[in-house]
């Protein structure tokens, strides 16, 4: 499970922008301080309400991080799911909380879903442009330098190569990298591609790109995603 806002609360089951984000009955039990019994006998007493709005996975799980007890069903819960179970509780101060940071949670993190839409989009426009900038630059002619551009620009964005990544990641070789970073990570790769398909279009060759790049500190614009490079001497 990947928790993409570090909320506790929400979560998905990879960084896709594709991925429906889920809360737990565990995580609504321990939260809204209700015993963990009562919210799974819940669900179950309103499986045909709840089932009818998304498909209700679970998965036989201990609780208290798997060191003691038996092992227990935990039920995953869509957004829809998990604000019709939440109306059926009884409004305490802290249920009320919950519901707040819940509701919440679950806005954040498909907005930020819709931001990695984006610039997923955005970044497959840039790919190919890298690919077409080192295709027509005449200083760059061997068949493997798309694959060392690449490699630099990650290196140069995340501080690990594309193959470093796969391996310090556990990312299977068939599978896209960009899928595996956050958001911020994805941001700082698309600007390392813009600098390096600038300095291609100057015809530049590989390693006077990599020694230019040596030198570039990039950094974003929080409030509007404005992407500076800083170059130092």
Request: aromatic share 10%; hydrophobic share 35%.
């Amino acid at each position: 499970m990947y928790d993409l806002l570090e909320t506790g609360l929400v979560f998905t089951n990879s960084r896709k922008e594709t991925e429906e984000p889920f809360t737990t009955s565990e995580v609504i039990a321990k939260y809204a301080n209700i015993e963990f019994k009562s919210v799974n006998q819940l669900i179950r007493r309103y499986r045909k309400e709840i089932t009818s709005l998304g498909i209700s996975t679970f998965k036989m799980s201990k609780l208290n991080n798997g060191l003691v007890g038996r092992p227990m069903t935990v039920y995953y819960l869509n957004e829809q799911q998990a604000s019709f179970l939440i109306t059926l509780l009884k409004n305490t101060e802290k249920v009320v909380q919950f519901k707040y940071k819940l509701t919440k949670a679950f806005f954040e993190t498909s907005k930020d879903l819709q931001k990695r839409k984006l610039e997923h989009a955005q970044s497959k426009v840039i790919t190919k442009s890298l690919g077409d900038a080192i295709k027509d630059n005449p200083m760059t002619n061997s068949t493997h330098d798309y694959s060392n551009f690449n490699k630099l620009i990650y290196k140069h964005a995340l501080g690990l190569n594309t193959n470093q990544l796969r391996i310090n990641r556990g990312i299977p070789k068939e599978a896209n990298i960009i899928d595996y970073l956050s958001l911020e990570e994805q941001q700082k790769v698309t600007n390392i591609k813009n600098v390096v398909i600038s300095l291609l279009n100057m015809n530049l060759d590989y390693q006077t790109v990599k020694k230019i790049l040596s030198g570039i500190e990039i950094t974003l614009n929080d409030k509007k995603g404005y992407k500076k490079a800083h170059y130092s001497a």
